[in-house]
Structures are given as structure tokens and as C-alpha cells.
């Protein structure tokens, strides 16, 4: 296990810690940006109502329900989508950088393009949260492009609790983006960040 991360048991077994569970929903695509540039995978973000980004999903009570079912029912008011999410898409759960009595439980999911384009649709129509909550989905551009444009300016802006490196962690461990291209995604978001 990753330094810092806790098995979903140990997470469960902290004394009067609160949870927190939230999901990556990713997909292959074929799709090209500009006809030239491969999109390679669609994977959604949100931006939220505090104008931060972050994954979906929210605050869950184990002494009511199962992390799992909590993550359910927080996907469907913010994203208007039904998904049952199960133990299988368990990724890692470690103490919060802002509070160790709080533990970030982190899920991804694999899902059709097609499934996606369905809770893109959902999230920004039925979805209760919508416009409260959750100010709108997003996806995140993975390649780079001349001058930072792509995933290093996605990567400077800001994010919620330590959801960047949830999704740092999941592109190097999905393979979704190589790490020589993440680590100089990395470098130039700082850069970008640090400038005047
Ligand atoms: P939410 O209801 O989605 O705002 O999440 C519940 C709590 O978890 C809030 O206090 C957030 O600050 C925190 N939080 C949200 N996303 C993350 C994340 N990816 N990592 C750590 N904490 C988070
Ligand atoms: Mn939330």
C-alpha cells in the first residue's frame, strides 16, 4: 500500500472520524481535439460551489449506511445518474491533509463513452445538486499542447482537500497519461502557478 494510505478496514476502524467518498468515472475514447491531437480518455470532474474542482460524491455516515451506498446516493443528486458502486471499485482511503479526523475514501470506475455522454446529460438536467451543489461537469484534458494548454493549465488551477493527487494518482495507476508526461505537466502547472 502507498505510504499515507490506509486500507478501507483501518479507514472504517478510526474513532470519531468523519468520511468522505469520492469517485473517478473515466472512459476510452477515439475522439480527436482539432482532428489531430487524441483525446485518449474522458474523465470527469466537477466544478464546485466553493469554485474549487473535485470528484463527485460527499460526506457518508458508516453507522447508517455502507461507504458504498453513501457514495450511491451522493452520485445520484449530483449527477442524476444511478450507479451502484461496490467494494470492487475501492482505489484507496487515506487521512485528510486539512484534518486527520477526516478520511478520504477514493473509488474509480471504467465506463463506456456512451455512459458517460448519459451522466454528463443527467448532471446538467435531473441532477438535484445542479447548480447548488455542483456548478457543472467537467472533463479533463489529458495531452499537452504548445505553451501549457491541455493538462498543465488544468492541473494550476485549484482543487478541493487532496483530490489532485487522488487524480495524479489515478492517471499513473489507470494509465491513463505516461509519468514522464504527467511530471512535466506537474512542472509547468507550477510554473504557470508561481507567475505574477
Ligand atoms: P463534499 O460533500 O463533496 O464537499 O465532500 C465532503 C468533504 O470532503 C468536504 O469537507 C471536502 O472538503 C472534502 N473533500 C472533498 N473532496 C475531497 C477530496 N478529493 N479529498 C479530500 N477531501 C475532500
Ligand atoms: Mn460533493
Known sequence: MASGTLSRQDALSCVGCRHACHILLYADTE????????????????????????FPG???????????????????????FSLSVTVDDHVNSCHTPSSSQLVAHFYARKMEEREIREVEKAAATTATDHGHEVMGMVRVPLYTLKGG?????????????????QLEDALLR??????????????????RRSQP
Open 58 to 80: 460527499g460526506f457518508v455516515d458508516p453507522s447508517v449506511e455502507t461507504l458504498e451506498d453513501g457514495l450511491s446516493r451522493e452520485l445520484w443528486e449530483e449527477l442524476g
Open 174 to 191: 489507470f494509465g491513463l497519461v505516461p509519468r514522464e508526461e504527467l511530471e512535466m505537466a506537474l512542472q509547468q502547472a507550477e510554473q
Open 31 to 54: 475522439a480527436q481535439l482539432f482532428e489531430e491531437t487524441p483525446i485518449r480518455h474522458i474523465l470527469l470532474m466537477q466544478m464546485r460551489f466553493d469554485g474549487l474542482l473535485g
Open 149 to 165: 494548454r491541455g493538462l498543465p493549465n488544468f492541473l494550476s488551477h485549484s482543487f478541493i482537500g487532496n483530490c489532485r493527487c
